[in-house]
T-cell receptor, first 114, second 114 residues
Framework: EAQVTQNPRYLITVTGKKLTVTCSQNMNHEYMSWYRQDPGLGLRQIYYSMNVEVTDKGDVPEGYKVSRKEKRNFPLILESPSPNQTSLYFC?????????????FGSGTQLSVL | AQSVTQLDSQVPVFEEAPVELRCNYSSSVSVYLFWYVQYPNQGLQLLLKYLSGSTLVKGINGFEAEFNKSQTSFHLRKPSVHISDTAEYFCAVSERNSWGKLQFGAGTQVVVTP
């Protein structure tokens, strides 16, 4: 089954404790992206990647890191989480160079930073 | 840089009545436009997209949208809604010269009542 898998589904952590949210897709998609969803703000793009070793900033990259060492994986790293990073995070993927191809979204990761 | 505004944060509607969700965008270049739907506790799904050509776009579940370049709008419509259409709807825009950067509106919550 074609899917984007995020882990964990829920995560509670404390300020300053490094964490990684994993994202994996099984569709051989070149393009992957991370978004955060906050009430009243919709989805805001954090980082995106057009292919392996190619990443770029979205609208709200501060406090986040990403890496794309393999085509299928695109982890989101919070080196020193803060309470303002409490949010619902979504990973998405699609074929590259084809805006007519839809984005496939993961089920989301609800992060709470205390 | 592009931006997108959804003019209504919540739209209550009775079952079998029509609904229109408004979306305006701004960009200095040509854009691609999308509508996504998010059902409770799920990721986003693509409803429809405008890439080029006919300004009236038909999507899944009976939804359609019209691209109006002069008014920079991309309003979503459905002639008769069902209870199952209760969800949050997001308009999104990407610029044609950098389609990897996708910007979402704040969302419109549609609540369908019998």
């Amino acid at each position: 089954e074609a899917q984007v898998t995020q882990n964990p589904r829920y995560l509670i952590t404390v300020t300053g404790k490094k964490l990684t949210v994993t994202c994996s897709q099984n569709m051989n998609h070149e393009y992957m992206s991370w978004y955060r969803q906050d009430p009243g703000l919709g989805l805001r793009q954090i980082y995106y990647s057009m292919n392996v070793e190619v990443t770029d900033k979205g609208d709200v990259p501060e406090g986040y890191k990403v890496s794309r060492k393999e085509k299928r994986n695109f982890p989101l790293i919070l080196e020193s989480p803060s309470p303002n990073q409490t949010s619902l995070y979504f990973c998405a993927s699609s074929l590259l160079g084809a805006p007519n191809e839809k984005l496939f979204f993961g089920s989301g990761t609800q992060l709470s930073v205390l | 840089a592009q931006s997108v505004t959804q003019l209504d944060s919540q739209v209550p509607v009775f079952e079998e009545a029509p609904v229109e969700l408004r979306c305006n965008y701004s960009s200095s270049v040509s854009v691609y436009l999308f509508w996504y739907v998010q059902y409770p506790n799920q990721g986003l799904q693509l409803l429809l997209k405008y890439l080029s050509g006919s300004t009236l776009v038909k999507g899944i579940n009976g939804f359609e949208a019209e691209f109006n370049k002069s008014q920079t709008s991309f309003h979503l419509r459905k002639p008769s809604v069902h209870i199952s259409d209760t969800a949050e709807y997001f308009c999104a825009v990407s610029e044609r010269n950098s389609w990897g950067k996708l910007q979402f509106g704040a969302g419109t919550q549609v609540v369908v009542t019998p």
